[in-house]
């Protein structure tokens, strides 16, 4: 034993290991081991074969070391090479970064030194990084992301209060769990007779009186459930003001929370919100079909009018699809409402067909706006059935102009078949003048709604003297 307390293997207890075996072993210790000279020449290579190293590195012998390392590694290898050579081996590894060109794949190497024999060979004993330097980028992307994430919960936190603050309506968020307000308004603090951050955290239910008996978090736990939910009526016990609390139930983080809106009973804020709840009535309860699309002519919300004319179970099966899938004409119908709404601002009584679930055509007028949301536009499309009174309907042109007046005078003064050939030119004049009204002179609509090509459409018109209609474009 030395005075360290390490034993030395003597030369009769070491096994003889041979030169094939003692490769394997190497290799089989380190990911990749090199046989380098003291001047940096690559002796011999032996790598792992469960490593995927992507260079051919056999092709290293004969190389200079530090033609295989990235710049900033070789001032690294030749400091530590020159400590190497003058003081002994060291205990301490070197981390090399290996690039398979100037601008290739790198891999990082750890490595330690070892003397050979007496020739001056130095081993190189390896082991891969990668794995380490992938699990440090997975940790900095989690802590990037962590970050990210804080930067939106705190940007959102931010909205959300902006929008609380600057809202004229009262608001307090509750715990149904604890009872407490976890967030409110300075509008709803003013109403109970508090100051701003007075109701924060403070029990909710010992704010009211309840004008029938009961508890408060009971009633307004009740309503916001409830199938046609009422305002829980109460009083303030600080201003006495008699109030009353619309409730909304949601849940976030696993938390049953109350969205309690404050009203005066006077009903201040409810003329302020009249037209909205009229409107929002209208859309519901209203006798005629309301469709919003975007500008593709994809139906973004319909009412229930809408799905019992086209005979459909729920909206889900409507969102998402074109309006056009349920006009007669498809999507010639949909481009003349939407051109000539997005060009004038609306469109007034454009009658088509709709087409439902199965298959029945009702006659309908179609009303279109477009309305400016942002950067997009949206049109609201008001469809009334008019299949009832079909028949109560003048036609479009009437039948008493000259062209009527001189097919009438013919008869007596030619053949039935000149009188037939002029009859068919005044209904086919009738009819393209009808396209051309409906489309708003757009020649390509007409002719997709005539069934004809634009060429064929042109002639016609050129025929009966109707291209001296001004071109709104």
């Given at each position: 034993?030395?005075?360290?307390?390490?034993?030395?293997?003597?030369?009769?207890?070491?096994?003889?290991?041979?030169?094939?075996?003692?490769?394997?072993?190497?290799?089989?210790?380190?990911?990749?081991?090199?046989?380098?000279?003291?001047?940096?020449?690559?002796?011999?290579v032996?790598?792992?074969?469960?490593?995927?190293?992507?260079?051919?590195?056999?092709?290293?012998?004969?190389?200079?070391?530090?033609?295989?390392?990235?710049?900033?590694?070789?001032?690294?290898?030749?400091?530590r090479l020159?400590?190497?050579?003058?003081?002994g081996?060291s205990?301490?590894?070197?981390?090399?970064?290996?690039?398979?060109?100037?601008?290739?794949?790198?891999?990082?190497?750890?490595?330690?030194?070892?003397?050979?024999?007496?020739?001056?060979?130095?081993?190189?004993?390896?082991?891969?990084?990668?794995?380490?330097?992938?699990?440090?980028?997975?940790?900095?992307?989690?802590?990037?992301?962590?970050?990210?994430?804080?930067?939106?919960?705190?940007?959102?936190?931010?909205?959300?209060?902006?929008?609380?603050?600057?809202?004229?309506?009262?608001?307090?968020?509750?715990?149904?769990?604890?009872g407490?307000?976890?967030?409110?308004?300075?509008?709803?603090?003013?109403?109970l007779?508090?100051?701003?951050?007075?109701?924060?955290?403070?029990p909710?239910?010992?704010?009211?009186?309840?004008?029938?008996?009961?508890?408060?978090?009971?009633?307004?736990?009740?309503?916001?459930?409830?199938?046609?939910?009422?305002?829980?009526?109460?009083?303030?016990?600080?201003?006495?003001?008699?109030?009353?609390?619309?409730?909304?139930?949601?849940?976030?983080?696993g938390?049953?929370?109350?969205?309690?809106?404050?009203?005066?009973?006077?009903?201040?804020s409810?003329?302020?919100?009249?037209l909205?709840?009229?409107?929002?009535?209208?859309?519901q309860?209203?006798?005629?079909?309301?469709?919003?699309?975007?500008?593709?002519?994809?139906?973004?919300?319909?009412?229930?009018?809408?799905?019992?004319?086209?005979?459909?179970?729920?909206?889900?099966?409507?969102?998402?699809?074109?309006l056009?899938d349920?006009l007669m004409?498809?999507?010639?119908?949909?481009?003349?409402?939407?051109?000539?709404?997005?060009?004038?601002?609306?469109?007034?009584?454009?009658?088509?067909?709709?087409?439902?679930a199965?298959?029945?055509?009702r006659?309908?007028?179609?009303?279109?706006?477009?309305?400016?949301?942002?950067?997009?536009?949206?049109?609201?499309h008001?469809?009334?059935?008019?299949?009832?009174?079909?028949?109560?309907?003048?036609?479009?042109?009437?039948?008493?102009?000259?062209n009527?007046?001189?097919?009438m005078?013919?008869?007596?003064?030619?053949?039935?078949?000149?009188?037939?050939?002029?009859?068919?030119?005044?209904?086919?004049?009738?009819?393209?003048?009808?396209?051309?009204?409906?489309?708003?002179?757009?020649?390509?609509?007409?002719?997709e709604?005539?069934?004809?090509?634009?060429?064929?459409?042109y002639?016609k018109?050129r025929?009966?003297?109707?291209?001296?209609?001004d071109d709104?474009s």
């Amino acid at each position: 034993m030395t005075p360290r307390g390490t034993k030395y293997w003597n030369s009769g207890t070491i096994p003889l290991i041979g030169p094939e075996i003692l490769g394997d072993i190497i290799s089989e210790i380190s990911d990749l081991a090199m046989v380098i000279s003291e001047t940096g020449t690559i002796l011999s290579v032996l790598v792992n074969p469960l490593q995927d190293f992507r260079p051919h590195l056999e092709d290293w012998e004969g190389k200079d070391v530090r033609e295989t390392l990235a710049p900033e590694s070789v001032a690294k290898l030749d400091t530590r090479l020159a400590d190497f050579l003058e003081n002994g081996p060291s205990h301490r590894p070197i981390e090399l970064n290996h690039a398979e060109g100037p601008n290739g794949w790198e891999f990082p190497i750890r490595y330690s030194l070892h003397r050979i024999g007496p020739d001056g060979s130095i081993l190189m004993l390896g082991r891969d990084l990668r794995p380490i330097a992938e699990m440090q980028q997975q940790l900095v992307r989690a802590q990037i992301s962590l970050e990210q994430d804080f930067e939106t919960q705190r940007e959102s936190d931010a909205r959300f209060r902006m929008i609380m603050e600057r809202t004229n309506e009262a608001f307090a968020i509750v715990s149904l769990r604890t009872g407490r307000v976890t967030d409110s308004n300075t509008v709803a603090a003013s109403l109970l007779g508090m100051a701003g951050d007075d109701l924060q955290d403070a029990p909710f239910a010992p704010e009211f009186e309840l004008r029938k008996r009961g508890d408060v978090m009971e009633a307004l736990s009740a309503q916001a459930i409830a199938d046609r939910p009422m305002p829980v009526q109460v009083t303030s016990r600080k201003s006495g003001t008699h109030l009353r609390i619309i409730p909304t139930m949601f849940r976030a983080s696993g938390e049953r929370l109350l969205m309690c809106r404050i009203e005066p009973e006077e009903g201040g804020s409810i003329i302020a919100d009249s037209l909205s709840s009229n409107l929002a009535a209208l859309y519901q309860q209203g006798p005629d079909s309301i469709v919003f699309t975007d500008a593709a002519g994809k139906i973004l919300a319909a009412n229930e009018s809408f799905l019992n004319l086209i005979e459909a179970a729920h909206d889900l099966s409507v969102k998402g699809r074109t309006l056009g899938d349920y006009l007669m004409r498809g999507s010639v119908d949909l481009k003349v409402l939407t051109e000539n709404a997005a060009r004038s601002g609306r469109m007034r009584a454009y009658p088509t067909k709709v087409v439902g679930a199965f298959g029945t055509p009702r006659t309908v007028e179609i009303a279109v706006t477009c309305i400016q949301a942002g950067d997009s536009s949206v049109f609201a499309h008001v469809i009334r059935d008019a299949s009832r009174t079909d028949h109560l309907r003048p036609v479009r042109t009437p039948v008493t102009d000259d062209n009527v007046r001189s097919v009438m005078e013919l008869v007596g003064s030619a053949s039935l078949k000149d009188i037939v050939a002029e009859t068919t030119n005044v209904v086919e004049k009738m009819c393209i003048e009808t396209a051309v009204e409906l489309t708003m002179n757009n020649r390509v609509a007409a002719a997709e709604m005539l069934g004809l090509s634009r060429q064929s459409l042109y002639v016609k018109l050129r025929k009966y003297g109707l291209l001296a209609r001004d071109d709104p474009s």
